[in-house]
């Protein structure tokens, strides 16, 4: 039986279900009522804004810039990060191939091998590899040479260089990533637009503030291609929202709401320790050169080497790691900018282990020119999935979150019941402010395989993955490649040093604000903080 006809058939069971029990005075009449009810209920669920909505299709993957000049690449810092956008260029380990093949496998629904295998070959050969940890470096190494990758096999491979200057001094090397801890970012990417290396530095920008500022000159100076590594401005789903919040649909908007929730020991940074870790397979005195405070070499110092994040030392924890992705896909959404004036709050109050960096931080960022205020709330001891919200006096967009029913990295848009822009439509009951009025869901609703809690939290974010065309596509690929097809048609990638600025300024901010209990300004003219 064709499709239709089994949708016929079905609606005729229906209908004379409903006949037959309407037979019976009070259940038929309550049937009846209920089924007509569910009725006017699918309609007010339906996509009312859709009609509102200058719809556009979704960015396509740029084709034929890859396939022109073959670009050499260095990686500097080959950790999981770092394994993670070399994958995104076109390399993996051997290892992480062959286990993923196998996932797939045994789990259909596993496609993170497909989704790899997939890329786009963006016509460049990773030559170069720095880590100062021996383990790394050798897996670096090893993705360079594996011949399992979209493209086949490599056409050159790397050499391992101990330390970040010497592979700046290759000269065939036209890019690198820097994928180091935060301390080591500045330092490097100044060292790398100065030897004439187009850049991509994994957020969050620099450690401190004064840092940014001379980040942002030497790049502006030397004229280099600069990406910072925010791959939501890949996301599709960010896009679709900001055409909404350009055409006014939500509204005027006054308050924003960020929330970041984790509640697993990874989640707040309590890496593995490497059992190959050691005196000699570290190089701990280069580690900690640029770090304010210096320790001997130890367990304590293990820790700190593979558990960075949980020190000011090495970074900035929230602000660097979780805020600044929330941050830089609001200011994508809505064009923010630095805000005029930032405070923050929070404490260690769950992982007593030695840290200094807060378990629980809340910021508030203020844009008076914009009447607005930006709310920023963590916890790395609670999974209660809350979303992040744009409220606006007509309408409130949720993303993500269970609170609101948001999909995996979509969004749903609510109409506020005392709404000006709807208010006809309310009164009419066209709108129900009980339900959507605009849904957004890119893509398969399956998480794909995606099992620990650290990785759901980043599917739920959409940094794991997106949608071009219905296509699954990982966006830290679509990232690496918006900065190579930049570095050869000479133009801006999407998340470039003015769009780093942003971030950077901001996310000190709220750090200073933290460490030393005042409220935070930012002065645009003499670009300090007071």
Not at 116 to 137: H, I, K, P, T
Request: charged share 25%; glycine share 10%; aromatic share 10%.
């Amino acid at each position: 039986m064709s499709e239709n006809n089994k949708q016929q058939s079905n609606d005729l069971d229906r209908r004379e279900l409903l006949k037959g029990l309407a037979t019976v005075p009070v259940f038929g009449l309550f049937l009846s009522q209920l089924w007509r009810k569910i009725r006017r209920d699918t309609l007010k669920k339906s996509n009312i804004l859709s009609g509102l909505v200058q719809e556009k299709s979704a960015p396509a993957i740029i084709k034929g810039l890859s396939d022109s000049k073959h670009l050499n690449i260095g990686i500097i810092g080959y950790g999981g990060r770092g394994g993670h956008l070399v994958r995104g260029a076109g390399f993996a380990t051997t290892g992480w191939t062959t286990t993923v093949a196998e996932n797939a496998r045994k789990n259909k629904l596993d496609k993170q091998f497909k989704t790899f295998m997939d890329q786009e070959d963006l016509n460049c050969s990773l030559v170069g590899v720095c880590d100062l940890f021996d383990v790394r470096a050798e897996q670096g190494l090893d993705a360079s040479q594996n011949e399992v990758r979209p493209g086949g096999k490599p056409k050159k491979t790397a050499t391992r260089y101990r330390h970040y200057k010497d592979l700046l001094a290759n000269d065939d090397i036209d890019a690198v990533i820097i994928a180091t801890p935060d301390h080591w970012h500045s330092r490097i990417t100044i060292d790398a637009a100065k030897a004439g290396k187009h850049v991509y530095c994994e957020k969050g920008l620099t450690r401190t503030f004064e840092e940014t500022i001379k980040v942002y000159d030497v790049v502006k100076e030397t004229g280099i291609t600069f990406q910072l590594g925010h791959q939501n401005r890949q996301v599709e789903a960010n896009e679709k929202a900001k055409q909404i919040v350009q055409q006014g649909l939500l509204g005027t908007i006054n308050l924003v709401e960020l929330t970041t929730n984790r509640n697993s020991p990874w989640g707040a940074w309590v890496w593995g320790i490497h059992p190959e870790g050691n005196a000699q397979t570290i190089d701990w005195d280069t580690f900690q050169e640029p770090a304010p405070n210096k320790i001997p070499f130890g367990e304590e110092a293990l820790k700190r080497f593979f558990r960075w994040r949980c020190w000011f030392d090495y970074g900035t924890g929230l602000s660097g790691d979780l805020l600044s992705h929330d941050f830089d896909a609001i200011n994508q959404i809505m064009d923010l900018g630095i805000p005029k004036y930032s405070s923050s709050t929070g404490g260690i109050y769950f992982y007593k282990d030695g840290r200094d960096v807060p378990d629980v931080w809340n910021a508030t960022f203020e844009y008076p020119d914009k009447d607005l205020t930006v709310l920023y709330s963590a916890s790395l001891s609670s999974n209660e999935a809350r979303g992040n919200r744009i409220m606006g006096h007509d309408a409130t967009m949720q993303m993500g979150g269970q609170s609101g029913g948001g999909s995996v990295h979509g969004f749903i848009v609510t109409a506020d019941s005392q709404s000006t822009q709807y208010k006809e439509r309310l009164e009419q009951g066209i709108i129900n402010s009980k339900y959507p009025i605009y849904t957004y869901s890119p893509g398969s609703k399956q998480i794909d395989g995606v099992t620990s809690a650290t990785s759901k939290y980043f599917a739920n974010k959409g940094l794991l993955y997106t949608y071009r065309e219905g296509k699954r596509v990982d966006p830290t690929h679509l990232h690496v490649k918006d900065w190579l097809d930049s570095i050869r048609s000479g133009g801006q990638p999407k998340c470039n040093i003015e769009m780093a600025l942003h971030e950077g300024v901001t996310c000190h901010m709220a750090t200073e604000s933290y460490l030393t209990g005042r409220r935070i300004e930012w002065d645009p003219v003499n670009r300090k903080l007071i």
